[in-house]
């Protein structure tokens, strides 16, 4: 079956630390992968998209940075955090031929 | 850019009421997708609708797309507690091949 990984659930990093979240998706090949992000009470914003691997489309200029190492992985980072950072994080995947998006579980990132 | 918009941003409804939540978009959609997060979850996929004036049911929940593909709507019959959520409409920017664009979403709250 089809999943979606998502991890760490929740974490709390300081103004100016490095970030890595990470995504797999298990179950398929060559999915359509995507980093949404979630401010607290609002809707979801796109960040990062990819089609392959090594190719990333940024929606958004940010603090943030997205690499494909594999075809099923998908990363989130930053080198330096910001207060606005701060969100619940997204990664998501859709099938080829198929409508909708899936999503993992999330990661609540607060910047302290 | 495109956007569409949701409205209401909130909706308190007693256990049994009905339930509707608008989306409108001053461009014509090429498809409306809506999904739903549960408090402290994430999206999850309901419905994709197509073609114009299309009409789509699942158990107490209507799902319509308006005639001139600008506007959508999900209504919901007899609302439980388990219906209590984030419901969201999302658009493919660009044409149906396009990235996944979320409106704001409207906050369901149920009270027993």
């Known amino acids: 079956s089809q999943t979606i990984h998502q991890w760490p659930a929740t974490l709390v990093q300081p103004v100016g630390s490095p970030l890595s979240l990470e995504c797999t998706v298990e179950g398929t090949s060559n999915p359509n992968l995507y980093w949404y992000r979630q401010a607290a009470g609002r809707g979801l914003q796109l960040l990062f998209y990819?089609?392959?691997?090594?190719?990333i489309s940024s929606e958004v200029p940010q603090n943030l940075s997205a690499s494909r190492p594999q075809d099923r992985q998908f990363i989130l980072s930053s080198k330096k955090l910001l207060l606005s950072d701060s969100g619940f994080y997204l990664c998501?995947?859709?099938?080829?031929?198929?409508?909708?998006?899936?999503f993992g579980s999330g990661t609540r990132l607060t910047v302290v | 850019g495109q956007q569409v918009m949701q409205i209401p941003q909130y909706q308190h409804v007693q256990e049994g009421e009905d339930f509707t939540t608008y989306c409108n978009s001053s461009t014509t959609l090429s498809n409306i997708q809506w999904y739903k997060q549960r408090p402290g979850g994430h999206p999850v996929f309901l419905i994709q609708l197509v073609k114009s004036g299309e009409v789509k049911k699942q158990k107490r929940l209507t799902f319509q797309f308006g005639e001139a593909k600008k506007n959508s709507s999900l209504h919901i019959t007899a609302t439980q507690t388990t219906d209590v959520g984030t419901y969201f409409c999302?658009?493919?920017?660009?044409?149906?091949?396009?990235?996944?664009?979320f409106g704001k979403g409207t906050k369901l709250s149920v009270k027993p």
């Open positions: 998501a995947w859709k099938a080829q031929g198929y409508y909708g998006y899936t």
């Open positions: 999302a658009f493919h920017y660009g044409g149906s091949q396009g990235n996944l664009i």
């Open positions: 990819s089609v392959g691997i090594g190719q």
